[in-house]
């Protein structure tokens, strides 16, 4: 289902310098980007909207050899060991704490209710 929003694309300077610094030769023309950003954003809900900008970020950077790289072993041993000193420590929030709070949480949202986020 389409999603028609009420604004159409902003042309601000702002938004005409970006296209002209970003697009590479032998590519779309700045008329042309402009007219398929303007279709997806009649076309596209505002979550459809962010997955596809996080697809396009990753998929740009693996082009440009930027793309997250996995974790050693050693990195995942040591990060475990880390978080096993934490809690060994009685740093953090016990497991059954969270999950109580999550519980709270979810039971607000269900009733229509907004939370208001504590400061970490």
């Not at 300077?13 to 997806?40: C, D």
């Not at 954003?41 to 505002?46: E, H, N, Q, V």
């Not at 740093?91 to 269900?110: F, N, Q, S, Y």
Request: glycine residues 4%; hydrophobic residues 40%; charged residues 25%.
């Amino acid at each position: 289902m389409a999603h028609k929003n009420k604004k159409s694309f902003p042309r601000s300077e702002i938004n005409r310098n970006f296209a002209a610094e970003t697009i590479q030769p032998n590519t779309m023309s700045e008329a042309t980007l402009t007219s398929l950003l303007e279709y997806l954003y009649g076309a596209l809900t505002p979550s459809n909207q962010r997955w596809l900008a996080a697809h396009l970020v990753e998929h740009a950077n693996v082009e440009e050899g930027e793309a997250l790289k996995p974790y050693t072993m050693k990195e995942v041993n040591a990060m475990l060991d880390e978080a096993e000193a934490e809690i060994a420590a009685g740093v953090g929030t016990p497991h059954e704490d969270v999950m109580r709070e999550w519980d709270e949480e979810i039971a607000c949202l269900e009733k229509g209710e907004l939370i208001m986020a504590e400061a970490v």
